[in-house]
T-cell receptor, first 114, second 113 residues
């Protein structure tokens, strides 16, 4: 799986959009970009994933650059409850065989301030 | 919606004892993954099962073993516990097709004294 690079920490004001970047310059054509977050000591929470098109769900939007070497997770209106470590993970889609584990990097600690 | 269930949520053991952690996947999910998260560290993959067969193995000590049962629940058995085994243990489940999105349980906090 391709490696990812994320800033170690970011701050955001409550009510503002939080834009979390991720670099994955070695991503392969069959690898998806997944985003998870972990609020202190809780189980990682799935947020969103995408292959090459931008994606949006009730939690967030995912913008993937045309060359797929980087992406941005957008929380449109951050709240205090969004304070967490956000992980960007690249992984192949499942198509038989094994090795579908998630490899967690250091992630970005997002702190939402009042 | 039903989520992944893990039990127990907290477990305290002495060194050299054994521990069994249980994971009940989301209904209809056939794949289970186990992860370990040490203090101040990021989750690390241990082992996974698909349709009751081991499908992948990570940095799991030989003292640990796991299996998936006919009802798809999984158990992680840990023997000869060491202080360094103190960690959060997460189970995730997925429907073994397509993008195979994994959904995590709340974790079991194991403390070895």
């Amino acid at each position: 799986d391709a490696k990812t690079t994320q800033p170690p920490s970011m701050d955001c004001a409550e009510g503002r959009a939080a834009n979390l970047p991720c670099n994955h310059s070695t991503i392969s054509g069959n690898e998806y970009v997944y985003w998870y977050r972990q609020i202190h000591s809780q189980g990682p929470q799935y947020i969103i994933h995408g292959l090459k098109n931008n994606e949006t769900n009730e939690m967030a939007s995912l913008i993937i650059t045309e060359d797929r070497k980087s992406s941005t997770l957008i929380l449109p209106h951050a709240t205090l409850r969004d304070t967490a470590v956000y992980y960007c993970i690249v992984r192949v889609a499942r198509s038989g065989g094994s090795n579908y584990k998630l490899t967690f990097g250091k992630g970005t600690l997002l702190t939402v301030n009042p | 919606a039903a989520g992944v269930i893990q039990s127990p949520r907290h477990l305290i053991k002495e060194k050299r004892e054994t521990a069994t952690l249980k994971c009940y996947p989301i209904p209809r999910h056939d794949t289970v993954y186990w992860y370990q998260q040490g203090p101040g560290q990021d989750p690390q993959f241990l082992i996974s099962f698909y349709e009751k067969m081991q499908s992948d193995k990570g940095s799991i000590p030989d003292r640990f073993s796991a299996q998936q049962f006919s009802d798809y629940h999984s158990e992680l058995n840990m023997s000869s516990l060491e202080l360094g085994d103190s960690a959060l243990y997460f189970c995730a489940s997925s429907l073994g097709t397509g993008t195979d999105t994994q959904y995590f349980g709340p974790g079991t906090r194991l403390t070895v004294l």
